[in-house]
């Protein structure tokens, strides 16, 4: 069996010597020099496409212009093989502390449209609240409208630094619908404020039963072991005892709610799967992962040959011997991790997908910091690409649905029939709508299409993110 525990981060100061070319900064000592050659000398070394970084960059731009500069990025027609996933952010800190589910946040996760009517103008929908946060405690729930930011409507112009600017509490004035459908300012105001948050993953679980259907349902809003720096994995340990408790109610379908969920730890991946998966062993593969050139041969005489596949987990809660199959409902925000759990069951099981088509993101990659703390800097870039056991990869344009639907500008809570994916996932299973009315029966607010995401913001940002550390030297 091959390795697991490895080092969550990684360390510039452990860098293969055999592997790392010193860059050569221009005479004159630009400002951000020495943060920009760290940079390029680590993107040499581990970069998925470093044999595409240019010869010459230049060293004077800033840090975020020069990271910009030297990617291999992706072009529908000139590179589509390219980069669209790698960034770099000013606190490796911040950065580590994102990654693991905290952020600092009013824990209010939403959708923002144009009116029907005006193209300029905004209206948000709540997409759900983390939970124990101001938002929550404040009363938003999930389907909630709202219209303005401290008496401020929300405009294509205005709204990032209505919402994500400034530490000040926020006034947010709730919508509602007038006789016409329309969003409309309603009375209520609620003051938030923002605060450190961390979010837990395993959002909402439970079975619908339905003669002899029980049917499993579980919504995973991002793939995260346990809390930023903590040696516990309470999360994985939460996705247990869900699914140990679908086992013990005999569940024979299952429903994993992905539409929010843009990735996160392939370690917690592999665990999910290893819990639905049909008839696998530890002898399985759940997926094979590829590196550059310069540093395959250094990780294969590090590890051996095991580390380019990862296997099935034994598992005692996996509920895939009840299963003919495992529905999906995703969004156009379903990535990455999300994507190679998709990917890695589909030649255990039928995989039936419900929503929208997802990003489409088959690479992976890792955190890169300086222990000694002298650069401040973070980068997260791509540093391998995956594919499952039938050495399968091809879903860089994303997967496409069995059925397309989506959730619409009127949402339901959690687990409600109403809502046009769930509802969807019932109707494949049991043959008959289980909800007298539907989405997309009820009167809905005429609209313009979505503007922004607050999930597409978060720092997972379509990422799925490795857990090993250098090659020793």
């Not at 360390?11 to 020099?33: F, I, R, Y």
């Not at 005999?250 to 996160?264: A, M, Q, W």
């Not at 999906?328 to 990455?336: E, G, H, M, Q, V």
């Amino acid at each position: 069996m091959k390795k697991n525990n490895f080092c969550l981060f990684i360390s510039v100061l452990a860098l293969l010597t055999s592997c790392k070319e010193t860059s050569v900064v221009p005479d004159g000592n630009p400002p951000d020099a020495e943060v920009n050659e760290w940079i390029l000398d680590n993107m040499k070394t581990w970069y998925f496409w470093n044999d595409k970084l240019p010869a010459s960059p230049d060293f004077a731009q800033t840090p975020q212009n020069f990271f910009s500069s030297i990617l291999y990025r992706y072009d529908a027609s000139l590179r589509p093989d390219g980069d669209r996933f790698s960034w770099l952010q000013e606190s490796a800190d911040e950065l580590k502390a994102s990654l693991s589910g905290e952020t600092t946040s009013t824990g209010l996760e939403f959708r923002l449209l144009r009116y029907a009517s005006n193209g300029n103008e905004l209206y948000g929908i709540v997409t759900y609240v983390i939970k124990g946060s101001p938002a929550e405690k404040a009363g938003f729930k999930r389907g909630d409208f709202f219209t303005q930011v401290n008496g401020q409507q929300l405009t294509l112009s205005n709204y990032y630094a209505l919402l994500y600017t400034g530490k000040e509490t926020k006034a947010i004035r709730l919508g509602q619908l007038n006789a016409s459908n329309q969003v409309v300012d309603s009375e209520t105001s609620r003051s938030i404020a923002s605060q450190v948050l961390q979010s837990d993953p395993v959002y909402f679980d439970t079975v619908f039963v339905n003669g002899s259907k029980k049917v499993g349902y579980l919504v995973y809003h991002q793939f995260v072991p346990g809390p930023n720096n903590s040696s516990v994995k309470t999360y994985d340990q939460a996705l247990e005892k869900v699914f140990a408790s679908f086992k013990t109610k005999g569940i024979n379908e299952l429903i994993i709610d992905f539409r929010y969920n843009r990735g996160g730890y392939v370690s917690s991946a592999t665990q999910l799967a290893s819990m639905i998966a049909k008839g696998v062993s530890s002898t399985d593969v759940f997926y094979y992962k590829e590196y550059n050139k310069i540093v395959t041969p250094s990780l294969e005489k590090q590890y051996g040959k095991s580390f380019f596949f990862e296997s099935f987990l034994t598992k005692s809660q996996n509920v895939g011997g009840n299963l003919n199959r495992v529905i999906f409902l995703t969004s156009t925000s379903t990535a990455s991790a999300s994507e190679l759990v998709i990917n890695g069951l589909k030649p255990f099981m039928p995989v039936v997908i419900i929503g929208g088509k997802t990003t489409g993101k088959n690479v992976g990659s890792i955190t890169i910091s300086d222990d000694s703390k002298r650069i401040k800097w973070g980068i997260q870039p791509i540093v391998s690409r995956s594919a499952n056991s039938l050495r399968s990869s091809e879903y860089t344009a994303g997967f496409e649905p069995n059925v397309a639907k989506t959730e619409g500008s009127v949402l339901y809570p959690y687990g409600d029939p109403r809502d046009p994916l769930l509802g969807e996932a019932l109707y494949q299973i049991y043959g008959t709508r289980v909800a007298r009315r539907g989405v997309d029966e009820e009167p809905v607010p005429p609209t313009g299409p979505d503007v922004h995401s607050s999930i597409d913001r978060q720092a997972a940002g379509g990422n799925m993110f490795f857990d090993f550390p250098y090659p020793k030297k």
